[in-house]
């Protein structure tokens, strides 16, 4: 079910998607090749080993123990990191430092083996590679000055690589492909979300939670629109009365007072043609505008109405429980182009004589009931 609700989420804003992404990769592409300056990377790698020379057979055991332990490798791994010795080997090549600020070196231990990988990473190379060499070469010259037991030497020397280590077009164009479609699909399920936060926001102003039906004031507001669109056409106004359960309603479950209003508010949009209006008039009572219609054709419309909310209602989850809902209702037509306000007062006096009288729905007569 979340799977397709997300789904349905990104399908309805693929377009957001697609511009987040393209956005993206159109930046990525910019910025490699026309904002950053290409990086180029220059590896050597050293050996560490004990002095053939200085180590009889049983001290070569205990070397090869050390090394095991890694200790010395990294003190020579170190050695390479360390800012004098780099220092000390720009000025031995007959370079000022201050000249390859741009440059940044880097020793890392490869794994399970005596091998130290010496990087230089740089805008030119060649200079990248002659350091490599060049401050790999002062740094073995300092090493064997202070042990002798064990030896450093290159493995492999630096070349001018030929192609930069970064930016890589290709690969952060991918990348940015990605990040673009995951911040894509983040904003479409957050507008989303805030659309039906806002649509919420909005329908809680015109529609009443507890029945789904308008709110007062959004009935109210429509009915005055329609006689303002039609002032001589005739209408009905209905108000419906749940008498039955107007002792019991502050003791039931918000749940079931939900039940109870919703199936009320299905059975009037049921009964009633499209255009009618159906409210909530108040806690028990139902608003219902029948355009184009008078009071003699309304009395059949509601009669009808009245039988089917007669019925008893079951709630579910509440162990067959039936309420007897009891309905009276009160109803007036609008005639001659009065005031609607008339016509909800009259029609809340003809629901006065419902509730008093035998006769449980009533329309408003000037003269008098009966």
Do not use: C
Not at 18 to 34: E, H, R
Not at 81 to 110: C, K
Not at 195 to 214: C, F, H, K, M, P
Not at 324 to 346: C, K
């Amino acid at each position: 079910m979340e799977i397709r609700f997300f789904l349905k989420i990104i399908q309805r804003g693929w377009w957001m998607i697609a511009i987040s992404a393209l956005l993206a990769v159109n930046f990525s592409l910019i910025y490699s090749y026309f904002i950053v300056t290409p990086e180029y990377e220059a590896v050597a790698r050293f050996i560490v080993s004990p002095n053939l020379e200085n180590t009889d057979s049983r001290d070569m055991v205990n070397s090869l123990e050390a090394l095991d332990k890694r200790s010395i490798i990294a003190t020579y791994a170190e050695v390479l990191n360390s800012y004098q010795i780099t220092t000390e080997a720009l000025r031995v090549l007959g370079n000022d430092p201050a000249d390859f600020t741009a440059y940044t070196t880097s020793a890392t231990l490869l794994p399970d083996a005596n091998i130290i990988r010496y990087s230089v990473k740089g805008p030119d190379p060649v200079v990248a590679a002659r350091l490599a060499n060049g401050i790999g070469q002062y740094a073995i010259d300092y090493v064997r000055k202070l042990y002798v037991v064990y030896n450093i030497d290159f493995l492999d020397q630096a070349t001018a690589a030929e192609e930069p280590s970064s930016p890589r077009p290709f690969q952060d164009a991918l990348l940015a492909l990605l990040v673009g479609l995951v911040i894509g699909v983040g904003l479409a399920i957050f507008r989303d979300q805030v659309s039906g936060t806002l649509a919420r926001i909005g329908q809680r102003n015109t529609v009443d939670y507890e029945s789904q039906a308008l709110a007062r004031v959004f009935f109210e507001r429509r009915i005055r629109q329609e006689v303002s669109v039609q002032p001589n056409v005739v209408n009905t106004l209905g108000i419906i009365y749940l008498n039955g359960i107007q002792d019991i309603y502050d003791s039931l479950p918000q749940v079931y007072i939900n039940q109870i209003m919703r199936k009320v508010t299905g059975t009037l949009k049921s009964e009633l043609r499209g255009n009618d209006l159906v409210g909530r008039w108040s806690k028990l009572q139902f608003g219902v505008f029948l355009l184009s219609t008078d009071g003699a054709s309304a009395m059949r419309r509601l009669e009808r109405i009245r039988e089917i909310l007669d019925q008893p209602v079951t709630l579910e989850g509440a162990d067959e429980l039936s309420i007897h809902l009891d309905p009276r209702i009160g109803f007036s037509d609008r005639q001659g182009g009065e005031a609607i306000s008339v016509t909800m007062t009259q029609a809340e006096s003809a629901l006065d004589i419902s509730m008093a009288s035998t006769a449980k729905i009533n329309m408003y007569k000037v003269r008098p009931f009966g």
